[in-house]
């Protein structure tokens, strides 16, 4: 068993897309990033590389113009598949959310869903959680959109 935790935090700014765990969600704001700028994808990528002692995403994906706009769904493929060749799989993984609007509960089963789908696992070992910062810092402005993620990897079963 090998476990691994990443956090990732990205700038709210007009003209872009909200983009959570694969899910648009409408909003006037989006993450401005490099990539498409999904802070659950991120979070859970390098939670995974943690947990595989590789390194961090930049390692990987580093902000050059190959990766502009990059969906990050292709960042959490290529993620996996070094995991699967590592000879490990999902145990389980938990995600969170901080974000102070708009409210995400109706969006959490179908991000659920993108994840499991991506990570070959079931959805029943994928939990989601979203909540606020209370009006506090960036976040808590509606600055920014924040997403922690804690993985348990197993040795893949025969």
């Given at each position: 068993?090998?476990i691994g935790f990443?956090?990732?935090?990205h700038?709210?700014?007009?003209?872009?897309?909200?983009?959570?765990a694969?899910?648009?969600i409408?909003?006037?704001?989006?993450?401005?990033a490099?990539?498409?700028g999904?802070?659950?994808?991120?979070a859970l990528?390098?939670?995974?590389?943690g947990?595989?002692?590789?390194?961090?995403?930049?390692?990987f994906?580093?902000?050059t113009p190959?990766?502009?706009?990059?969906?990050?769904s292709?960042?959490v493929?290529?993620?996996?598949?070094m995991?699967?060749?590592?000879n490990?799989?999902?145990?389980?993984?938990?995600i969170?959310i901080?974000l102070?609007?708009?409210?995400l509960?109706s969006y959490i089963?179908?991000m659920?869903?993108?994840?499991?789908?991506?990570?070959?696992?079931s959805?029943?070992?994928?939990?989601?959680?979203?909540?606020?910062?209370?009006?506090i810092?960036?976040?808590?402005?509606?600055?920014?959109?924040k997403?922690?993620a804690?993985?348990l990897?197993?040795?893949?079963?025969a």
């Open positions: 068993m090998r990443a956090s990732d935090i700038r709210l700014v007009e003209g872009r897309k909200l983009v959570l694969g899910v648009e409408p909003s006037s704001l989006g993450e401005l490099h990539t498409d999904d802070v659950v994808y991120h990528s390098e939670a995974i590389l947990a595989l002692a590789l390194g961090d995403l930049g390692k994906f580093p902000g190959k990766f502009k706009d990059m969906d990050s292709k960042i493929d290529k993620i996996v598949q995991m699967l060749d590592k490990y799989q999902i145990n389980n993984i938990d969170s901080t102070e609007k708009p409210k509960a089963p179908l659920r869903e993108n994840i499991a789908k991506l990570l070959k696992t959805v029943n070992n994928v939990s989601v959680k979203a909540g606020t910062n209370e009006g810092d960036e976040i808590g402005k509606g600055l920014a959109v997403a922690e804690i993985v990897l197993k040795e893949k079963e």
